[in-house]
T-cell receptor, first 116, second 114 residues
Framework: NAGVMQNPRHLVRRRGQEARLRCSPM?????VYWYRQLPEEGLKFMVY????????ESGMPKERFSAEFPKEGPSILRIQQVVRGDSAAYFC??????????????FGPGTRLTVT | GESVGLHLPTLSVQEGDNSIINCAYS??????FIWYKQESGKGPQFIID?????DKRQGQRVTVLLNKTVKHLSLQIAATQPGDSAVYFC?????????????FGGGTRLMVKP
């Protein structure tokens, strides 16, 4: 059973370009979470999605960032007009249902975004 | 705002010794507390969790202690091995109708000396 897949693993963008990060949850999981991690810091929640629905986007910046989880295909985190401050590791996690008893989430390997 | 934080940024231990990683939290309403291990270049890996109505839980070589009086959480690793070298995060989970929201602390780096 494959784990959470993320691609690309590394992404380099120039300022002003768009970044698209993809996440395929574990088989049978319909809930996806995106987190951002700056070097030497903890993970910060960004958005929680179910198929075709955004459940909680309280951690998403108001501008330039968007996320989707279509009926078919992976979840996409899109960052428009990237700036140097967007450089970070972006992790996706999935869970089988929203209310797993402990809240355990399974994390992917992350996408490391570098903005030059 | 409410947060989860750690006392020590780096912990260095000798191989075979026991390790204790600490975490302070401020949200008394959390339902679960979870420890994650993150190795360099990888995503966080679940280690163990503890429900808020418990004070101790044991796993394989790991024990988590929860002291609600002082809002303190600790992870004990017995007979620390080189493979335990990683950054450890505590996270708290408040389950609501929208699902599970994890709030992570800042992390402690564990270095195991051979």
């Amino acid at each position: 059973n494959a784990g959470v897949m993320q691609n690309p693993r590394h992404l380099v963008r120039r300022r002003g370009q768009e970044a698209r990060l993809r996440c395929s949850p574990m088989k049978g999981h319909s809930h996806v979470y995106w987190y951002r991690q700056l070097p030497e810091e903890g993970l910060k929640f960004m958005v929680y999605l179910q198929k075709e629905n955004i459940i909680d986007e309280s951690g998403m910046p108001k501008e330039r960032f968007s996320a989707e989880f279509p009926k078919e295909g992976p979840s996409i985190l899109r960052i428009q007009q990237v700036v140097r401050g967007d450089s970070a590791a972006y992790f996706c996690a999935s869970s089988p249902t929203g209310q797993v008893p402990s809240g355990e989430q399974y994390f992917g390997p992350g996408t490391r975004l570098t903005v030059t | 705002g409410e947060s989860v934080g750690l006392h020590l940024p780096t912990l260095s231990v000798q191989e075979g010794d026991n390790s204790i990683i600490n975490c302070a939290y401020s949200n008394s309403a959390s339902d679960y507390f979870i420890w994650y291990k993150q190795e360099s270049g990888k995503g966080p890996q679940f280690i163990i969790d503890i429900r808020s109505n418990m004070d101790k839980r044991q796993g394989q070589r790991v024990t988590v202690l929860l002291n609600k009086t002082v809002k303190h959480l600790s992870l004990q690793i017995a007979a620390t091995q080189p493979g335990d070298s990683a950054v450890y995060f505590c996270a708290e989970n408040k389950i609501n109708n929208a699902g599970n929201m994890l709030t992570f602390g800042g992390g402690t780096r564990l270095m195991v000396k051979p």
